[in-house]
Antibody, heavy 124, light 106 residues
């Protein structure tokens, strides 16, 4: 049973870089896509982006200029960096396994395993 | 990019059927997915590829698609089904979420 666990600082100062790590246990990180999703207080879900185990990435266009997702297969971990943060980046950050592929009808992509989430507050 | 539109709230009594809709112009060209999020918890996938149910999800959860609208149906709603529900689809390989619907069990 694959499990995900987010870790990182719970408080980040404005204009600095938010850094989080997701550790994958109970399975290998290879041959899967891995995503970050966030949820501001009282609001909905926002997809940040994904990384494939080979290192290829895709980011939400609205965050692309500030986001970097990386993977360390030797540690079964992937990480998120979000720079130049403001109060608007305060949120619960989730890591998740993303399933991607295609059928005769459509492409498909969805998150089937989620971490419990970690709260990050941007404040001086 | 386009948007996925959900009603902010739906209320039903226990044992009744709840229907939560999600509308988006690109839905005829994409699969839809549904997540249940209980207060203070991570989302849980309850429907994928429009109507498939992951293992462990009760049979009372079902999904359907018609044109630009997809629907999550919960038959015989139970108190434990009270949660926020999010639809999700795709847009040029990017993941897109609806705004969420709060299901209240009266």
């Amino acid at each position: 049973q694959v499990q995900l666990q987010e870790s990182g600082p719970g408080l980040v100062k404005p204009s600095e870089t938010l850094s989080l790590t997701c550790t994958v246990s109970g399975g290998s990180i290879t041959y899967y896509y891995w995503s970050w999703i966030r949820q501001p207080p009282g609001k909905g879900l926002e997809w940040i982006g994904y990384i494939y185990s080979s290192g290829s990435t895709n980011y939400n266009p609205s965050l692309k200029s500030r986001v970097t997702i990386s993977v360390d297969t030797s540690k079964n971990q992937f990480s998120l960096k979000l720079n130049s943060v403001t109060a608007a980046d305060t949120a619960v950050y989730f890591c998740a396994r993303e399933v991607r592929g295609y059928t005769q009808l459509h492409y498909y992509y969805y998150m089937d395993v989620w971490g419990k989430g970690t709260t990050v507050t941007v404040s001086s | 990019s386009y948007e996925l539109t959900q009603p902010p709230s739906v209320s039903v009594s226990p044992g009744q059927t709840a229907r939560i809709t999600c509308s988006g112009d690109e839905l005829p060209k994409q699969y839809a997915y549904w997540y249940q999020q209980k207060s203070g918890q991570a989302p849980v996938l309850v429907i994928y590829k429009d109507s498939e149910r992951p293992s462990g999800i009760p049979e009372r959860f079902s999904g359907s698609s018609s044109g630009t609208t997809v629907t999550l149906t919960i038959s015989g709603v139970q108190a434990e089904d009270e949660a926020d529900y999010y639809c999700q689809s795709g847009d040029n390989s990017n993941v897109l979420f609806g705004g969420g619907t709060k299901l209240t069990v009266l």
